[in-house]
């Protein structure tokens, strides 16, 4: 069972008592229980249908709900679904206890807002754009109530830092909860309409459409992600010394992609970038990579043919993007003095100078056979040292920012074990050894 910290079952107890104060029915409200039931009976049903096929929640029945509903009512309709619905991690009881606690004070609190401004009675005589008002200022109530919470079970059972907890929450979960906010007004106009429920379902079919299509997004994202995984595993099998090493260069690159404010999409490219950079190293002879001692000049000039055995690799992988140069030219230096073709400046694609620095920051924080991990405070004075003839200056200050902000905790080693961030460095280690451990023996 995943622990999870009593602070936050403390904080979810509060929330599920929250959610059922809300189920209270207020006197003298009338109510259709028929609505409830159909209504929550849809929801239930879309809800085991999307979670099957990782496609989200169906947030338009929910939000339908709180327009034709009262609060309380409308509350309800959340509950069948969200208790029944899979949950991909333990314990089971406690994710559907705050998932159904959560959705339900969301529903609420639309409901509440959508009937204070009185837009149950515009739905009987649709007056827009007006009626869009209520619906608009419903869907930013139920949104704020969402990320509030969301934001909290953060910073309690994940331990996110407080002042990261809800930075771009909000407004990351508004434009999703916008559409279906406008479907779900949708279905309560026609639902109130002479054409009745049925016509309502009819707006969950261009939905369903929707869900279909982003189902197979995930599932093209998904054979993306086997693909890769399955091209590191395989550099990890032939180079036991590096094992781990990917990952935790997919991890910097990202570090760094972020701190320069780019996009999520190139985001993700760079680290798919970083996870891959050394998978040339499969058409580089085994007994190479696992050499004890120094290397000839012969094997030398054998291993560094591995950025274009692996840009021959993923070469036809379109996905990947610029995440092919970045494979080929990471060892290539600001100063001209790098391989395979001695780029010089500018003319080292972006992303190859992003992975050039995770790259020899992870190989010099790393424990190798030969060598200690060093520090990470050595391994940054070592990589500005280096900047401006080895390195990108922007990408090395870009890290150094990002470590500042986040941390370094690498948690594989090349031997498999927990590397300290603060790991001592080998006596005796002449400076810029480190740095050149990206281009060395092992790191290569």
């Known amino acids: 069972m995943d622990a999870v910290p009593a602070r936050a079952r403390v904080y979810v ?22 609505a409830v039931l159909l209504l929550a009976g849809l929801y239930a049903g879309s809800e085991l249908v999307a979670r099957s096929r990782s496609v989200g929640t169906c947030y338009p029945v929910l939000l ?17 679904g969200a208790l029944l619905s899979p949950v991909p991690r333990r314990p089971c009881a406690l994710r559907r206890a705050w998932r159904a606690a959560q959705l339900t004070l969301a529903v609420w609190a639309a409901a509440y807002v959508h009937g204070r401004l009185g837009g149950r009675d515009v739905l009987v005589e649709p007056d827009f754009p007006y009626a869009l008002v209520p619906g608009g200022t419903a869907v930013l109530a139920f949104c704020l109530v969402l990320t509030l919470l969301d934001g909290g079970i953060l910073a309690l059972a ?27 007004l949708m279905m309560a106009v026609l639902w109130r309409s002479p054409y009745g429920p049925v016509a309502a379902l009819l707006v969950l079919l261009p939905m369903c459409v929707a869900w279909w299509a982003f189902a197979q997004y995930h599932r093209e994202g998904a054979a993306h992600q086997a693909t890769i995984r399955a091209l590191v595993q395989a550099v990890d099998i032939k180079d036991g010394y590096t094992r781990g090493h990917s990952e935790r260069v997919g991890r910097a690159t990202m570090m760094i992609a972020r701190e320069l404010g780019m996009d999520d999409e190139r985001v993700e490219t760079l680290r798919f970038a970083g ?45 990947l993007g610029e995440a092919r140069a970045a494979v080929l030219h990471h060892h290539e230096r600001l100063d001209g003095s790098g391989y395979p073709y001695g780029l010089v400046g500018d003319r080292i694609p972006e992303s190859a100078r992003v992975v050039a620095v995770a790259d020899a920051f992870d190989a010099m924080t790393s424990t190798r056979s030969y060598r200690r991990a060093r520090p990470v405070a050595a391994a940054v004075e070592e990589l500005q ?37 603060t790991a001592a460095a080998a006596p005796g280690r002449p400076r810029g050894e480190g740095a050149r451990d990206s281009v060395g023996r092992r790191a290569v």
Do not use: N
């Not at 998978?279 to 000839?296: D, I, N, Q, S, Y």
């Open 385 to 421: 040292r280096c900047a401006g003839k080895q390195f990108d200056p922007r990408m090395v200050g870009a890290l150094v920012r990002a470590l500042g902000r986040h941390g370094w905790h690498p948690s594989v080693t090349a031997d498999g074990t927990p590397a300290p961030s």
């Open 13 to 34: 107890a509060g929330v599920v008592l929250a959610a059922l104060l809300c189920l209270r029915p207020l006197p003298a409200t009338p109510t259709s229980w028929r």
């Open 275 to 319: 996870i891959l950079h050394d998978v040339g190293k499969l058409g580089v002879p085994t007994r190479l990579l696992r050499k004890e001692g120094a290397l000839t000049p012969e094997e030398r000039r054998v291993i560094e043919l591995h950025p274009e055995y692996g840009h021959e690799m993923v070469r036809g992988i379109r996905f």
């Open 64 to 80: 339908a709900g709180a327009f034709l509903l009262p609060p309380s009512a409308a509350a309800l309709v959340a509950l069948p």
């Open 158 to 184: 994940d331990h996110v830092p407080a002042s990261r907890t809800w930075r771009g929450l909000f407004t990351r979960t508004l434009g999703p909860v916008a559409v279906h906010g406008l479907a779900g």
